[in-house]
């Protein structure tokens, strides 16, 4: 007997899913831009609650999960709950903002961050394994397979273009004074630590939950829009202000395009580090004037 197809769930772009989620992406520029947690907390309660209001009729004409149907034979499956999933996304930013974001290098700023932070990725996933028993956010660390050469070459191109544009941008922008002088061995090594592991978790959190989760509902272009706004939103508070997000709203954008296409966590997360590495450099040289003229042309 042969198998019977599976009917998977169609992502519409024109869906009224699309206002609930914009809601609870639009508390990112809340907690993090204008930074008025009231606003971000009845953003995040809107959202919910509109998904609430649609998973309602959306439960009436939606099919049990495999359920067969009756004159094809063909499987429906039951689309993942908007519901669950914009919790996961209201979640993460609810731990994220419970601690200020300014940049800080000391042992209890360094604790605060690595908790938080840490729990903002560990959270959803453990509520959504051992609860939801649903799997939606997952790291698939290689599973994308080998490097292509197209590969390799953008992360040539990566360290190029910060070479290019971060002196400029730090530098004659002034935001490098969001981040603390590094002008001893502990402190550059601190900075080290600190730069690569929050350039890490951006990519588990934003685009591994966020954007992972957003996709189960919307085409990937919609979701990437959305998962950007919450990523910007964050890298504001965290320093890259000024004329900061004409950077990292492409880089956002990339980054879960690059995810897309390469469904590999370690190659995203070596395009980061690659950029982070050239930030943590650019930082050590605009607060050690003559530490490192030779390396910028800034």
């Known amino acids: ?38 606003v971000g907390w009845l953003l995040l309660a809107a959202g919910l609650a509109g998904a609430f209001w649609l998973s309602r009729g959306d439960a009436a004409a ?23 999933d914009l919790s996961l996304v209201a979640l993460g930013m609810l731990i994220v903002s419970a601690i200020p974001l300014k ?8 604790v605060r961050f690595s908790l938080v932070l840490g729990g903002a990725v560990a959270v959803p996933y453990l509520i959504s394994r051992f609860v939801f028993r649903d799997h ?11 490097w292509t050469s197209f590969q390799w070459g953008w992360l040539v191109l990566v360290l190029v273009l910060g070479w290019l544009i971060l002196p400029f941008y730090f530098i004659t922008s002034g935001v490098y004074l969001n981040w603390p002088v590094v002008d001893t061995p502990e402190m550059i090594a601190r ?13 588990l959190f934003f685009i591994c939950t966020v954007f992972a989760l957003l ?11 959305l ?40 190659y995203v997360v070596t395009v980061h580090l690659l950029f982070d590495a050239v930030v943590f450099l650019v930082l050590v040289h605009a607060h050690n004037p ?3 003229d030779g390396l910028f042309l800034v």
């Open 227 to 266: 998962q950007m706004v919450v990523f910007v939103s964050f890298l504001w508070e965290l320093g890259y202000q000024a004329w900061g997000p004409l950077l990292t709203i492409p880089f956002a954008l990339l980054q879960a395009f690059i995810f897309m296409k390469t469904r590999s966590l370690a």
């Open 1 to 38: 007997m042969p198998a019977a197809d599976v009917i998977l769930p169609v992502r519409s772009a024109r869906s009224w899913a699309l206002l609930p989620a914009f809601l609870v992406c639009l508390a990112a520029p809340a907690f993090f831009v204008v930074r008025i947690p009231w």
């Open 62 to 84: 939606q099919p049990a999960a495999a359920e067969p149907s009756a004159s094809t034979g063909a499987i429906s499956i039951r689309p993942p709950s908007l519901v669950r």
């Open 290 to 292: 003559g530490a490192l």
């Open 103 to 110: 940049a800080e290098l000391d042992n209890w700023a360094m």
């Open 215 to 225: 996709r189960r509902h919307f085409p990937d272009w919609q979701a990437n829009l």
């Open 191 to 203: 900075l080290f630590v600190g730069v690569g592991a929050v350039g890490i978790w951006d990519e």
């Open 136 to 146: 939606a956010t997952r790291f698939p660390w290689r599973g994308g397979g080998r």
